[in-house]
């Protein structure tokens, strides 16, 4: 099915995961590409089909917010594999464990002395006057200084050894799921290709997962710690997810109206009474946690759970407040806060941003619009946001008036030439750009699952991955030496 | 087990039950509908199938009319109807996916796959050779989901809460399916015979899809008492009051023993059962058949009452 020069000729300038420009493929694709130059259209298309209802039958899906038609929808699953060489990943992993260290000591510092403004490297208003700061954190210390046990680092490739952060996501990643499920529909689809590449494996990540929330059990707690999965419900968009690692793990999936807070501890409304839960993997916002404390309009959460977190009878993972080490607007300083925190070079590129909020850097974003992505600060989920080169003037006008009206609500980037990987389309094989999200687990040590999700933008020549936009996922390979 | 776990394994259960029954209840109405009546036309009986359904009421809301085709589509696909087959499948399978941790895969798979099938039914094309094939197509997927339910589920507490949720359900159906008709089963009728007769007590034993088994049963022709004993005190029927009552006593029993909680909840249980058991078909004759069937209906519906109380699903 592969025809080499057409595929290639079809990258243009981009730099593409498997073929260099001459056609020819790189080392980690070479028994892939000769496999996939075997195959016929009809009987990818079958094993497509499979998938599709492999994954419709299991109930793989996603909601979408706003669309009365299909409140659940398949995320398009991409047969291709994307594939990543053992060296590129030893990089790769160093690089983001530097980088979530670092992320959790600034949390840490934050909401102890922050050291890091008397310094002088982050301006005070940047931390005090954003919403994603959670003051109530202050002077908490979490189990083992933990703030983020679970982290999805975005990251994007633009060149052979480019490889750029495009956000840390410290509050509750999702996507792990999807990751898990890619594999196993592979292994059952294509039995043969796993035989011919040693792909390093996946699926011990619940284990894993749940090994890190026993670690940062309340050091209150005797014998072995009770785990519960906190869920929205089943309207949630990631939903199926919850149901996924709760039942992976072998622990209750709960909702709010399932927990109730009392006599100091938190318990589980069960059929033979009440039972006490140590760690709560919580799947809701930290607005919604607790109407206590945070939203008092919250049905999802628990009244008195923070009272009883600071308290140190129960660990909340991610803990409240993440959210600071992940906004937009700290995410040009990341770099000053690996070197701060390290003392060493960061490995992993951030994206030149500029923030609105400045002056001078407000001027050259209104000016260079045609060529910036401009991004909302709180915003997420590929909405509300400018993709100069593809946008009409129009559009261009629309955002300059928004950015002038709210510059602090704005950053931009450069548009960067994300690499495509070849996904399977009604043309048979094409390029297609993606991005991918490796999964850190920190709790008494960092873990880098290897690989991770890869999302595609299916559209050609798109460059927004989110599922919400049109985006699929793929299987992530990290081939062992 | 939480205690919404259990509510929904036990809800997920009743509501696949229900649709099954509703199924055979339209196709028996169906049947009925095809049947020359005494005189001119045919026998049309769709308020005794709404009736028997539980959703008169609800019917009697939405539309002024009883009429074959608005029947159908009412206890089929309507939404608003909370026992039609659709939201069935739906109440079921939402059920299940709130607790997909306490399904096993094949459980999982049969109700979701249910609900994606059934979603793709188009409904303007629903003629009568169509309703049929729907009809029997949902028995299959209550009885795949049985299958997958019995094959690989862990006979732990969420084994017990969902055939807790099938056997208070299904004794439910049968009484409300026989009330409707129990007039066909007064002693007063054995004397008029003849073929309309013969042909209502085949009906009885339809809607709760007795009728082969009662022949090989019995070995002779349809006798109101025989059936009366069939539908409600023989334990070797699955669909009978005594058959269900077994079960949900031994579901019970069995729940206490793994949550020393739950001992009103047996013993009302087995209240219903002793009363059962100590019934002969001329005993409820002499108490009156419709009054037996509202009695156990009302102790039943106590029942689930009370186990959602001993275990902690409100």
Request: glycine share 8%; net charge neutral.
């Amino acid at each position: 099915m592969l025809k080499k020069q057409a595929y290639a000729a079809d990258t243009k300038a981009i730099f593409d995961e498997m073929l260099r420009a001459d056609a020819s493929p790189r080392p980690a694709y070479a028994a892939l590409a000769a496999w996939l130059e075997r195959q016929s259209q009809g009987g990818i298309r079958r094993k497509q089909q499979e998938a599709d209802a492999i994954f419709r039958r299991l109930g793989i899906t996603f909601a979408v917010y706003g669309s009365a038609e299909s409140n659940e929808r398949l995320i398009p699953f991409d047969l291709m594999p994307r594939v990543i060489s053992a060296g590129e990943w030893r990089f790769l992993e160093r690089g983001i464990e530097q980088r979530v260290r670092a992320l959790n000591a600034f949390l840490y510092d934050i909401y102890h002395r922050q050291e890091i403004i008397r310094a002088g490297k982050i301006p005070a208003e940047m931390i005090n006057d954003n919403e994603a700061f959670l003051p109530e954190m202050m002077g908490f210390d979490p189990p083992r200084q933990v703030y983020s046990h679970i982290v999805g680092t975005d990251i994007v490739r633009t060149g052979e050894d480019q490889f750029f952060v495009l956000e840390d996501n410290m509050r509750t990643p999702s996507g792990v799921s999807y990751m898990l499920e890619n594999r196993e529909t592979m292994m059952h689809l294509f039995p043969e290709i796993f035989a011919a590449h040693r792909v390093a494996p996946v699926e011990h990540y619940p284990e894993l997962l749940r090994q890190t929330l026993e670690s940062v059990a309340p050091a209150t707690c005797e014998g072995d710690p009770r785990i519960a999965v906190l869920t929205p419900g089943i309207y949630n968009s990631a939903f199926f997810e919850h149901a996924f690692l709760a039942d992976q793990m072998g622990v209750e999936l709960v909702q709010g109206s399932d927990l109730l807070v009392d006599e100091g501890a938190l318990w589980m409304r069960t059929i033979r009474g009440r039972e006490r839960v140590h760690v709560l993997y919580r799947r809701v916002d930290d607005a919604f946690l607790d109407p206590l404390n945070f939203r008092p309009d919250s049905m999802l959460g628990v009244p008195g759970l923070f009272d009883l977190y600071r308290a140190g009878a129960v660990t909340i993972v991610n803990a409240p407040g993440t959210g600071i080490a992940d906004d937009k607007a700290i995410y040009a300083y990341v770099p000053e806060i690996i070197q701060f925190y390290t003392g060493e070079k960061p490995l992993l590129n951030n994206v030149t941003t500029w923030r609105c909020a400045k002056d001078d850097e407000r001027a050259y974003v209104l000016e260079n619009l045609h060529e910036l992505v401009v991004k909302e600060v709180h915003g997420s989920g590929g909405y509300g946001m400018l993709i100069g080169p593809r946008s009409t003037k129009q559009q261009r006008q629309d955002f300059a008036e928004r950015i002038k009206a709210r510059p602090t609500n704005y950053i931009a980037q450069p548009t960067l030439a994300l690499s495509t990987c070849p996904a399977f389309t009604a043309s048979g094989l094409a390029p297609r750009h993606v991005d991918l999200r490796p999964f850190v687990l920190m709790g008494e040590r960092v873990r880098v699952t290897p690989g991770g999700l890869t999302r595609v933008a299916l559209k050609k020549g798109s460059l927004v991955v989110n599922s919400s936009q049109g985006g699929g996922t793929k299987d992530t390979w990290v081939l062992e030496d | 087990m939480l205690g919404r776990t259990a509510a929904s394994l036990f809800w997920m259960s009743r509501y696949m039950e229900r649709a099954e029954n509703v199924s055979r209840l339209i196709g028996v109405g169906y049947r009925e509908s095809l049947t020359p009546d005494i005189g001119v036309g045919y026998r049309d009986d769709w308020t005794a199938t709404l009736t028997a359904a539980g959703c008169l009421a609800d019917y009697k809301a939405k539309h002024a009319k009883v009429t074959a085709e608005s029947v159908q589509k009412f206890l089929l696909l309507d939404r608003d109807n909370p026992s039609s087959i659709r939201s069935c499948i739906e109440t079921a399978r939402n059920n299940g996916r709130s607790v997909r941790t306490a399904l096993t895969r094949e459980m999982w798979e049969a109700l979701n796959a249910t609900y994606n099938d059934f979603n793709a039914i188009n409904p303007s094309d629903l003629g009568p050779a169509r309703l049929l094939e729907v009809l029997d197509w949902t028995r299959e997927r209550a009885n795949l989901f049985r299958g997958a339910m019995l094959g690989s589920l862990l006979r732990d507490e969420g084994y017990c809460f969902s055939q807790l949720g099938t056997f208070v359900e299904r004794g439910d159906n049968t009484a409300r399916n026989v009330a409707t008709k129990y007039s066909v089963l007064l002693p007063v009728n054995e004397v008029a015979g003849g073929g309309r007769n013969l042909h209502q007590l085949e009906t009885i034993l339809r809607m709760v899809a007795a009728h082969q088994s009662y022949r090989y049963f019995f070995k002779y022709a349809y006798r109101a008492p025989q059936i009366v004993d069939f539908i409600v005190l023989r334990p070797e029927m699955p669909r009978s009051l005594r058959f269900c009552s077994d079960w949900v006593v031994s579901m019970l029993t069995r729940l206490t023993e793994l949550t020393g909680v739950g001992a009103g909840s047996l013993a009302a249980a087995k209240e219903i059962q002793a009363g059962l058991m100590a019934s002969t078909p001329d005993s409820i004759s002499q108490e009156g058949l419709h009054g037996y069937l509202t009695d156990f209906l009302s102790r039943n519906a106590a029942l689930a009452a009370r186990t959602a109380a001993d275990f902690n699903f409100g």
